[in-house]
């Protein structure tokens, strides 16, 4: 049965998301009806609803299908969140108006849909019961009853329309959250990094630091000569000069570019080439950092090390994201590429990898339709892994001659026209 759900609620995301405002309304029996699933099984698509939810709460993103999916009036679910045990008596009102008035972005779905992954067995109910073990009641409540920060380029205009890529809602972390420094290490801006550290301002510095900050600098830091190179990573955390404790605490990240010592060569001043606004840490910075205390003293520390599978990393990390390109539509994709990098950010790790863009893979096998753009045949056989037709995308004007990243210089190809065009 879990199974079955999963499966549903996988295709019920995609369906959500490519809702548009012509059509906003969404009830549990035309969701049933595009899921291919007879009209008359709203309460086996409100338990789905549910384990999207559960998926959501996991995520730290506002419950979606909660006020996505109505009932045939236009209601939300009447019997959500009504007598919860250990909840205040007004949760039901203050979830539905968090949800209601958060705008979801391709970032939020992408977080659900991981997080749905990594609830793969569960049913909606086992699911909300491991939710709760993960995050205690009065930090659940909170956390889905408090409005998200959204940053001004990632708002959208409908439900289903995302911001272009790379722009980033920054989450709140709270000393609950399942999620840690750690899981960025995955994340496709940095996935190619050989090595990360985190270095820490004083709230004494703040306006110093903010300063240095928006000239995409950090500094001055202690750190030993050759232990950063271009390439590497460096986090750095911001705390609030007026909040107790320093909470909360800002998370910047940025890949390094260049480097010079000051105060006598004392010091290290790092410059990056551009810095990302990550999250901002409530509380329990020690969970966060996996254990560890931020560094005291103008000292850097280790996050992650230098290791001789950063390039497979990055593969792997580069492919999610081409799927997840790929389960936009195309005016999505064709948005964010207006705004796109078109020369591709280069970075050493145990050879040179280019960090390209997984929307151009995805829109150029997109328009492709399986057909190999020289050959002008079908592609030889279809992927394991989601059943897609195999081309590979192949950039007409090579990235290592300066070619550009973008979808005109762009081509698919079947393996063998795609060896000829290297070989032959």
Excluded at 288 to 312: C, I, N, R, T, Y
Aim: hydrophobic share 35%.
């Amino acid at each position: 049965m879990s199974a079955i759900q999963h499966d549903l609620a996988h295709s019920l995301l995609k369906i959500i998301h490519d809702m548009n405002k012509s059509d906003p309304l969404l009830t549990y029996q035309t969701a049933a009806k595009a899921l291919g699933r007879p009209t008359n099984n709203a309460r086996a698509i409100a338990q789905v609803c549910d384990l999207l939810d559960a998926a959501a709460a996991l995520a730290n993103v506002p419950l979606l299908a909660l006020v996505a999916v109505r009932t045939v009036s236009g209601e939300i679910n009447p019997k959500a969140w009504v007598k919860v045990k250990d909840a205040p008596g007004d949760i039901r009102e203050r979830i539905i108006k968090t949800s209601l008035s958060h705008i979801f972005t391709n970032s939020d779905f992408t977080a659900i849909e991981m997080a749905l992954t990594r609830l793969n067995g569960y049913s909606n109910r086992t699911a909300w019961a491991e939710v709760r073990k993960r995050i205690p009641a009065r930090r659940l409540f909170q956390q889905l009853s408090t409005p998200h920060s959204i940053q001004p380029q990632d708002k959208s205009n409908d439900l289903g329309s995302a911001g272009a890529a790379g722009d980033e809602k920054r989450r709140h972390v709270g000393g609950e959250s399942t999620m840690s420094i750690a899981s960025y290490r995955t994340d496709l801006r940095f996935a190619a990094c050989p090595q990360a550290i985190l270095v820490t301002g004083k709230a004494a510095n703040d306006s110093f630091n903010r300063k240095l900050l928006e000239k995409n600098q950090t500094g001055h830091w202690v750190i030993a000569s050759g232990r950063v190179r271009n390439g590497d990573l460096v986090f750095l955390l911001l705390p609030d000069e007026k909040g107790r404790g320093g909470y909360p605490r800002e998370l910047h990240a940025g890949v390094v570019t260049g480097f010079r010592l000051t105060h006598n060569k004392t010091r290290t001043l790092l410059t990056v080439q551009e810095f990302f606004p990550l999250c901002d840490i409530e509380q329990g910075i020690k969970g966060f950092l996996g254990g560890k205390l931020p560094p005291q003293g103008d000292h850097a520390m280790e996050v992650w090390q230098s290791s001789p599978d950063s390039a497979s990393t990055y593969g792997k990390a580069f492919e999610e994201a081409v799927k997840s390109s790929l389960r936009d539509d195309t005016a999505a994709r064709k948005k964010r590429l207006l705004n796109a990098r078109r020369i591709p950010t280069k970075v050493t790790v145990t050879t040179k990898v280019f960090l390209r863009n997984p929307d151009v893979v995805a829109e150029v096998l997109f328009q492709a339709k399986g057909v190999c753009g020289r050959c002008k045949k079908s592609a030889p056989f279809n992927r394991k892994s989601d059943g897609r037709p195999y081309l590979e995308v192949h950039h007409k004007k090579r990235l290592a001659d300066h070619g550009e990243d973008t979808v005109e210089n762009a081509i698919a190809l079947c393996p063998n026209c795609h060896r000829k065009s290297h070989f032959g």
